[in-house]
């Protein structure tokens, strides 16, 4: 992809499944990355093996002064900033059941830390002459499931949050778009299922129109192209990685009239 190469991009919640996924991208396509996440584990572990160009920074979303720690540790290490990924966020629904502090908490993460980590990296983007924003939403944001009401509000609310940081940044070159995938081998669904992925193909493959669950790298690649100069014209946009999810109806793919004549 052009355009990647020598850029720096940080990688909020970049230590775990899809997060990590991202950052390899990056670090394939030459880029400098900082891995902002609270999981010190793995984000150190992921950046030990990708070498220098890498660096994990412990980063609480829900501190203003871990965020800006942050952002004053990547201008150290790599001397700008060019572009922003939101893959953070927390997994906490009870549904009806949940109690306000979990509303808070949930949109203290998913929505207002993507936020303020923009508002701290906005001067160092409008210096170098442009960047662009990757925010993650879901497909859990256009449809009602049962059972979950704090992820997808969260996540529908980054929807139209994008659509207005795009329209507010366009002026300083500042590009901003959101990925919404599918049913995506995550954290979440390795420790729902203790690591079986057959399984989940079995459960969410009828979802999609090509039959399976998407992979990491496939919802990273997605990212990859929109940060790139590919897609110099983006902006303000969802992109669906999603294997035809949004586009199934409640008929699915199977022929629905035949079953009349049965």
């Not at 230590?15 to 670090?27: S, Y």
């Not at 992820?151 to 507010?168: E, F, G, S, W």
């Not at 009828?206 to 100069?229: K, M, N, Q, Y």
């Not at 014209?233 to 294997?243: E, K, P, Q, S």
Request: aromatic share 6%; proline share 3%; with cysteine.
């Amino acid at each position: 992809m052009q355009g990647l190469k020598d850029k720096v991009a940080i990688v909020t919640g970049g230590a775990t499944m899809i997060g990590a996924a991202v950052v390899r991208a990056l670090h394939r396509e030459g880029a400098r990355i900082v891995i902002a996440d609270i999981n010190e584990k793995d984000g150190s572990s992921i950046a030990a093996v990708l070498g220098s160009n890498v660096l994990f920074v412990k980063t609480d979303l829900i501190d203003d002064a871990q965020i800006g720690a942050c952002v004053e540790k990547t201008m150290k290490a790599f001397g700008g900033i060019d572009f922003l990924i939101n893959v953070a966020c927390v997994y906490i629904d009870d549904a009806l059941n949940s109690t306000r502090q979990q509303w808070l908490e949930s949109y203290n993460v998913n929505v207002v830390g993507g936020v303020m980590m923009l508002k701290a990296v906005r001067p160092h983007m409008a210096k170098r002459g442009g960047g662009c924003v990757v925010n993650f939403g879901s497909i859990s944001a256009k449809i009602a499931q049962t059972g979950r009401w704090l992820y997808p509000v969260t996540k529908a609310a980054i929807l139209q949050l994008t659509r207005n940081q795009a329209m507010d940044l366009a002026g300083e070159k500042i590009r901003v778009n959101s990925v919404s995938p599918g049913w995506t081998w995550c954290r979440l669904m390795s420790e729902v299922t203790g690591g079986d992925k057959k399984k989940t193909n079995r459960v969410g493959g009828p979802f999609h129109l090509l039959g399976r669950i998407g992979e990491p790298e496939e919802v990273a690649e997605a990212v990859i192209f929109l940060c790139s100069d590919h897609a110099s014209f983006i902006t303000g946009t969802d992109l669906a990685v999603d294997g035809g999810y949004s586009a199934m109806g409640p008929e699915m793919a199977s022929p629905a009239i035949p079953k009349l004549m049965e």
